[in-house]
């Protein structure tokens, strides 16, 4: 079977073919188009795509839809099946060809719609997909589950992206912790104490260069980001601030938490969210409840647990491949 992906992400795509290959081998292939400007780092393509395209998917609506359709639908009809990663929308690209469509779920399915607010039947078309069998939802964590629910009514399975395309596992021969975060100011290295401890994410970097650092410190800008399940499932050591530290510091500003896009939040909104965030819902992770915690947990840290926690790891991969076979539409 030969499927096709039109995505503006690089990792999610990235775990799902990882998946696919692992659970059929060549029996379920997965050709990807993408639009994201990362896609340099794994090498995708092509270098330009009509009609849907980072410059134009903001403003998909049935017309260009339809002029999709003019463009592509020769091609389109080659495939067996549609992957679609980032964003669920693309999933209305190819209902009309009746073939089976899987969705991975990641981060507010309703984008674009949650951001210009433009008039849409997105809702009614994912159900109408959904209750004629043609469309398999999976979302990747649980708060993306809850928020598709509530909005359009449909429940997907829960199956947490486990990146396994990086190839490579953690191999500390580095003392220090580098810091992830916030995308646009790397991590906010200068709320932590200062010292060669920590070290900020660089710019552009390789799997290869962040897998040698003691640990990894995180300061989160969402509940479920892949950078956070690229290193967790890899085995890197992870530190993240605890509920009631990040809650303070959200509530305070010193810290962000990205979800209802363009819309407020109350209190107990995000106390619901953080209740379900990967990190939070995860075993094996460390929890710093100030900044200046953070440096001593990690100027001690031995990673004492690491044979534990690769094992827990490693049953959890399993159920995941698992669960994958219980929910795709072929293959069974």
Known sequence: ??????????AV???VQDIFSKLFGNGARIKSWSIS??????CLGPEHVDVVNEKTWMNI?????DAWHVRYSWYMKNFDFFVVTHSPVFALLYERYNKPIIVVNTCRYDMPYCWNKKPNNLNAALRRMVERKQLTIVSNNINDHLYLKERAGINTSVIPSICQYIGLKHEANRPEAMLFGQTYDFG???????????????VRYEYMHIMKYKCIVHVPYDTSVMTISEHFWNYVPVFFPSKRFYKQCILDGTMCLHHYYGEGMSEAQLDKLLDGADYYVFKYINYYDSYEECKELVEKFTDSEREERIKWIEDMKLRVYDAWKQVLPFGK
């Open 188 to 202: 906010r290295r200068e709320l932590f104490p200062a010292g060669d401890w920590l070290v900020k994410k660089p």
């Open 1 to 10: 079977m030969f499927g096709f992906n039109l995505d503006l992400h690089v």
């Open 13 to 15: 795509i990235s775990d």
């Open 61 to 65: 609506d049935e017309e260009m839809i």
């Open 37 to 42: 400007g990362h896609k340099s780092l794994f």
